[in-house]
């Protein structure tokens, strides 16, 4: 259904069963949930999908070995279960992730993790071979029953300097276990909205749609046009993560205090060498001062973070030069003979982890788990139930624990459980890919390398795609890959009403540093031309794009003729 079909069928029926404020990933995990049991449900997010802190995780799907020395024994287990359904359910994005922790001691942090797992302290410390080599035993026992991956393995100095010899020379010691990462998190959560959107007539969803409260009840704004619709649910599920406390404000909840989120930046960088130093490898480190910090081959380019600092304004996140400066200080801790120039750092993000209030001076000591929690109605607003928490990894199980509170609540019960349940282009994902790529190439006369590039981005999905994109001719775009046709397709059927949508979200053209102003040229006559915009409206959103890129992700597209020829082109 369009965007204005969705609002026209809002003013006819306001009443709904249930309403879901949030479209990051928790939001659409739970609108999936109720959508499958056949629930009328509207999510409405008030800028894209997957546009706040779902659009900046470390990319990793992972178990979190160091919540186990804070004694969350039970969010590791449940996140290492949903890591692995997610390498079932979703194989297009999600793919093993070998990971390597670099091992400067022996016996440091045994006393000071016990007193910490006992609550005594909250300092970091640096954790030593037999603190490591108990918390990767019990990820092993954790997976011991589905075993996808093989279990870990300890190397001594010669072999980690063998394998890594940039690494830094003081390492006594490595451990090798494996996690998962996810190349396209934002795509993942919109294959899941349309799924959802695709097993219920009752099921609708809107961006750029922002609620809020008046005298006579909740009015939903669409903050394209300015129209504004009454809505009433019968519940609400606040799932704004680090927004929660300033959602139920606007919509008059009345309820406490709940979230104390933290802001974790990261950065992308353009190093062939700091590439080819991690061996395919992830290097999981402790900086000095015993901050985990993470570094990874992220689709060509290297993935480096993170920093933890408390934020008291979601709205005002972005990595600033201090964070930059931290994450180059790690950089060099790990691997110190490798420099990186300011012009290799071809992406900044940061956003915030939905951490349920604390005032504990140690960030990283803030539990990780998720939970759910109640507002009773108070005659201006439904009860609405709060998602407090959670990471990524988690985001099914949440949804599910979400809505069969929101099933009970409602007097209904569970038809259809997600927890084998392919996700978009991982349904029917070729068991040979190789294979499979070479088929759709001779097909649709394209090289293997295209029907690679398009497995990649659409997993099984991709067929369908290539068959639109070629019913017609079509013409590669500048420089990174993509063609008029995809693009074309993609601003037609994935509720795009921006560049940034299309840029930062529906594909990685901006994260992995493939922006040129050429490149968004060409992209903007294409949207402009779907939403029929004047050349005035075409130039307001173009520099409306620039301004983003340069102060929330420090890319610079002000100087075309420098910008444009800083970069090699890539495929992505």
């Known amino acids: 259904m369009k965007r ?18 949030g479209g990051g990933i928790n939001g659409i995990s739970v609108f999936r949930e109720l959508a499958l049991q056949g629930v009328d449900v509207l999510l409405a997010e008030k800028g894209d999908y997957c546009s706040g802190a779902s659009a900046a995780l470390s990319r990793m799907v992972h178990g979190g070995l ?17 890591r692995d359904r997610l390498l079932r359910n979703a194989p297009h994005y999600v793919a093993p992730l070998p990971t390597t922790v670099p091992i400067f001691d022996t016996f440091s942090g045994i006393a000071n993790g016990a007193v910490r797992f006992l609550g005594l302290t909250r300092r970091p410390s640096r954790r030593g071979a037999i603190v490591i080599k108990a918390g990767l035993t019990l990820y092993d026992v954790f997976t011991a029953s589905r075993r996808l991956m093989p279990v870990h393995k300890f190397r001594g100095a010669r072999k980690t300097l063998e394998t890594w010899p940039a690494i830094n020379p003081a390492t006594r010691s490595s451990a090798t276990y494996y996690d998962a990462w996810v190349s396209r998190p934002e795509r993942l ?16 969803a809107l961006n750029y749609a922002q609620v809020g409260s ?24 606040n799932a704004t993560g680090g927004w929660i406390d300033l959602t139920n404000r606007s919509i008059g909840a009345s ?29 999981y480190y402790e900086n000095e001062d015993g901050r985990i910090c993470i570094l990874f081959p992220y689709l060509g380019r290297v993935l480096i973070g993170s920093t933890d600092i408390r934020v008291d304004d979601p709205d005002q996140v972005r990595c600033e030069d201090d964070e930059l400066a931290y994450i180059l200080q790690s950089l060099a801790f790990v691997f110190p003979s490798i420099k990186i120039a300011e012009e290799q750092i071809v992406f900044r993000f940061s956003g915030v982890r939905p951490l349920p209030a604390s005032q504990d001076s140690f960030t990283g000591r803030i539990p990780r788990d998720h939970f759910c929690e109640f507002v009773e109605p108070n005659g201006k607003v439904p009860a609405t139930l709060c998602m407090i928490g959670g990471k990524w990894t988690t985001f099914r199980s949440f949804g599910a624990l979400a809505a069969d ?24 994902f070729p068991a040979d890919p190789e294979k499979w790529c070479a088929a759709m190439a001779s097909e649709y006369r394209i090289s293997k390398a295209r029907a690679k590039t398009l497995l990649e981005r659409y997993g099984s999905l991709a067929r369908a795609v290539t068959d639109e994109i070629s019913r017609t001719a079509d013409v590669m775009l500048p420089g990174y890959g993509y063609s008029q046709n995809e693009i074309r397709l993609i601003v037609e059927r994935e509720q795009v009403e921006t560049l940034a949508d299309i840029f930062l979200r529906r594909t990685t053209i901006a994260i992995t540093g493939g922006l040129t102003n050429e490149l968004v040229d060409a992209v903007l006559a294409i949207l ?7 050349a005035k409206q075409a130039a307001r959103e173009r520099a409306a794009f620039v301004a983003l890129l340069k102060h929330q992700h420090g890319v610079d597209l002000s100087d075309p003729s420098e910008t444009d020829n800083k970069r090699s082109a890539i495929c992505a």
């Open 4 to 21: 204005n079909e969705t609002l026209a069928a809002l003013r006819e029926r306001p009443d709904i069963a249930v309403l879901v404020i």
């Open 66 to 82: 160091r919540y186990l020395e804070n004694g969350e024994f039970k969010l590791v287990k449940e996140s290492l279960l949903e």
């Open 189 to 204: 959560g919109l294959e899941m909205l349309n799924d959802a959107i695709a097993a219920s007539p009752a099921a609708h």
């Open 214 to 237: 008046t005298a006579e009840g909740l009015i939903l704004t669409d903050i394209i046009s300015g129209e504004t619709v009454q809505v009433r649910p019968h519940l609400i599920i």
């Open 255 to 283: 309820a406490p205090t709940m979230m104390g989120g933290t802001k974790g930046s990261h950065i992308i960088v353009d190093s062939e060498e700091l590439h080819d130093a991690l061996a395919g490898q992830m290097i």
């Open 405 to 428: 509170m929101a099933l009970e609540r409602l007097g209904l019960t569970r038809e259809v459980g997600t927890e084998d349940l392919a996700i978009g282009g991982g349904r029917d």
């Open 528 to 534: 402009a031309a779907h939403k029929a915009w004047n």
